[in-house]
């Protein structure tokens, strides 16, 4: 059972380049969502969906998009790469939106140059 | 706003040196407060889900318990594969999980 799956796990990119992270999940989950962490920031919410073809904006959304076209798959795209999104990117998903844990994919790390 | 803070940022403990962790929160109608462990270079683990003042999980040599304001995560007798960084994270409505920024626990053989 693979869970949530993260491609690249590594990418460097250098400034105004762009680039998609995938996240794939097999548990038939409706919501999925994208956080990023930094140091002594913690985990952030860029975006997230609650079913296939909506998403929504969380805390930190600037300079990123998201589709879900597919139930499984959840796309992050960097349309013009800045260093300060320099990072680790996690996507994750949950069964629901309320009370009930999301599983989480081992990280995308982003070095903006 | 749903709000998490951890405290301490860092802990260094002792092989068996039992401690705890504190997670104070601010939320409009809880509906779930959430524990987690993550190991370097690697994605959480869910470890707890906690819903209502009172109650305690336990696992290993992990229990966590919550307040109306607080929750606690008791390690008894650590390990130090028991060294990692615990989050807490708390869920009200439809608002996804709102993250502290963890407590990066060590444990010294």
């Known amino acids: 059972n693979a869970g949530v799956t993260q491609t690249p796990k590594f990418r460097v990119l250098k400034t105004g380049q762009s680039m998609t992270l995938l996240c794939a999940q097999d548990?038939?989950?409706?919501?999925m969502y994208w956080y990023r962490q930094d140091p002594g920031m913690g985990l952030r919410l860029i975006h997230y969906?609650?079913?296939?073809?909506?998403?929504a904006k969380g805390e930190v959304p600037d300079g990123y998009n998201v589709s879900r076209l597919k139930k499984q798959n959840f796309l992050l795209g960097l349309e013009s790469a800045a260093p300060s999104q320099t990072s680790v990117y996690f996507c994750?998903?949950?069964?629901?939106?309320?009370?009930?844990?999301?599983?989480f994919g081992q990280g995308t790390r982003l070095t903006v140059v | 706003e749903d709000q998490v803070t951890q405290s301490p940022e860092a802990l260094r403990l002792q092989e068996g040196e039992s401690s705890s962790l504190n997670c104070s929160y601010t939320?409009?109608?809880?509906?779930?407060l959430f524990w987690y462990r993550q190991d370097p270079g690697k994605g959480p683990e869910f470890l707890f889900t906690?819903?209502?003042a009172g109650e305690e999980k336990e696992k290993e040599r992990l229990k966590a318990t919550l307040t109306k304001k607080e929750s606690f995560l008791h390690i008894t007798a650590p390990k130090p594969e028991d060294s990692a960084t615990y989050l807490c994270?708390?869920?009200?409505?439809?608002?996804?999980?709102?993250f502290g920024k963890g407590t990066r626990l060590s444990v010294i053989a």
């Open positions: 969906s609650v079913g296939e073809g909506t998403t």
């Open positions: 939320v409009s109608g809880l509906r779930g």
């Open positions: 994270a708390v869920n009200s409505g439809n608002t996804p999980l709102v």
């Open positions: 548990m038939n989950h409706e919501y």
């Open positions: 906690l819903y209502s």
């Open positions: 994750a998903s949950s069964r629901t939106g309320t009370g009930v844990e999301a599983f």
